[in-house]
């Protein structure tokens, strides 16, 4: 079974945001415009984890037995991203790192999918399933 662990990511993501727009001659412009691009973050946070895990400095466990942490994360299992004046600080929150749990899934209890290690700014917030 699938099932993943929420976390907010303290570190500087913003800086990896973009704003493209192409203009009415159909040029492409890299910043400028409304809707944020989280491309490069998304890479940034990607090589992060798996060197992290290649590391063995982010392990999950579900009832003490290591599990697999699945890689890459994707866009749309993560939340926003915050700079250095928001409320929180430079951080990257609902980011969902999936690991693999080999148990059927109505025997799924939360409570023994845990962060065995990490690292210290990875706050884990819940689990998901």
């Given amino acids: 079974m699938i099932a993943g662990i929420d976390f907010i990511i303290y570190n500087d993501f913003s800086k990896y945001i973009t704003y493209p727009y192409y203009d009415e001659n159909g040029k492409y412009h890299k910043n400028g415009g409304d809707d944020p691009d989280y491309t490069k973050a998304l890479k940034v946070l990607n090589k992060d984890i798996q060197s992290y895990i290649d590391k063995n400095e982010l392990i999950f466990t579900y009832n003490r037995k290591r599990v697999k942490i699945i890689t890459p994360i994707q866009e749309y299992d993560t939340g926003n991203i915050f700079g250095k004046d928001d409320y929180d600080g430079p951080c990257w929150e609902g980011v969902t790192i999936y690991c693999e749990i080999p148990i ?19 706050i884990p917030k819940a689990v998901v399933h």
């Fill in 104 to 122: 059927k899934e109505e025997d799924f209890k939360a409570e023994k999918l845990i962060v065995h290690e990490s690292p210290s700014d990875f």
